[in-house]
């Protein structure tokens, strides 16, 4: 088991940028592959980013890609979201997942633990 907790959200403008972190207490976050979520009212949850095991692999969706970089931290046992040139579609509620085994996946049916999420205000 594993509880996986977020924090880092906030207010920016655009332009501007954030961190966010997702903290793993339980077993060790090196366990497990990480992703990156988020969603908006009405919309459903939508991938963002994703880390595998040993760090050595990322993904991202595209609108995304070239801003945003997942990195994980398994001493501290936390995965981070460094997001910049962040614009007014960025807004949402973004949760941090993690699924048993190596592989990562863009569906988010194949995580297994999820955070309760923070929310990311970006104003134009």
């Known amino acids: 088991q594993v509880q996986l907790e977020e924090s880092g959200g906030g207010l920016v403008q655009a332009g501007g940028f954030l961190r966010l972190s997702c903290t793993a207490s339980?077993?060790?976050?090196?366990?497990?592959?990480m992703g990156w979520f988020r969603q908006v009212p009405g919309k459903e949850r939508e991938f963002v980013a994703a880390?595998?095991?040993?760090?050595?692999?990322?993904d991202y969706t595209d609108s995304v890609k070239g801003r945003f970089t997942i990195y994980r931290e398994d001493a501290d046992n936390t995965v981070y979201l460094q997001m910049t040139s962040l614009k007014p579609e960025d807004t949402a509620v973004y949760y941090c997942?993690?699924?048993?085994?190596?592989?990562?996946?863009?569906?988010?049916?194949?995580?297994?633990?999820w955070g309760q999420g923070t929310q990311v205000t970006v104003s134009s």
């Open positions: 997942a993690a699924r048993n085994g190596g592989p990562i996946y863009t569906a988010d049916v194949m995580y297994d633990y």
């Open positions: 880390i595998t095991r040993s760090g050595g692999s990322t």
């Open positions: 339980g077993r060790t976050s090196g366990t497990y592959a």
